[in-house]
């Protein structure tokens, strides 16, 4: 299993772009999943996550701004990024635990997408 991230590039401040975190190999389901990023110098940090429930959680700082959503067929994920300031300019990586074939439930990270906010 293998997550694949898309979507990030340079935008300008105020502008919006849409992550895509896809899910490759054999899967029975998406346990939960997150997007983090990490910005030279700082930690790792949470930005949106949901579960198999449907419940998201976001971090204060793009509440109202970022939306996380699930395909319907279970297979990928999403972020839309609305307003981006340029301090969300960061590293932004998938993070998903994935119930795999013989039902072993292995946590996962994407390589990473550049997103970058112009002033």
């Known amino acids: 299993v293998q997550l694949v991230e898309s979507g990030g590039g340079l935008v300008q401040s105020g502008g919006s772009l849409r992550l895509s975190c896809v899910v490759s190999?054999?899967?029975?389901?998406?346990?939960?999943m997150g997007w983090y990023r990490q910005a030279p110098g700082n930690m790792r940090e949470l930005v949106a996550s949901?579960?198999?429930?449907?419940?998201?959680n976001y971090a204060d700082f793009v509440k109202g701004r970022f939306t996380i959503s699930k395909d319907v067929g279970g297979t990928a994920g999403y972020l839309q990024m609305n307003a981006l300031k340029p301090e969300d300019t960061a590293m932004y990586f998938c993070?998903?635990?994935?119930?795999?074939?013989?039902?072993?439930?292995?946590?996962?990270w994407g390589q990473g997408t550049q997103v970058t906010v112009a002033s």
């Open positions: 993070n998903a635990d994935i119930l795999e074939l013989g039902y072993t439930q292995t946590g996962h």
């Open positions: 190999g054999p899967f029975f389901k998406i346990i939960k």
């Open positions: 949901f579960n198999s429930d449907g419940v998201t």
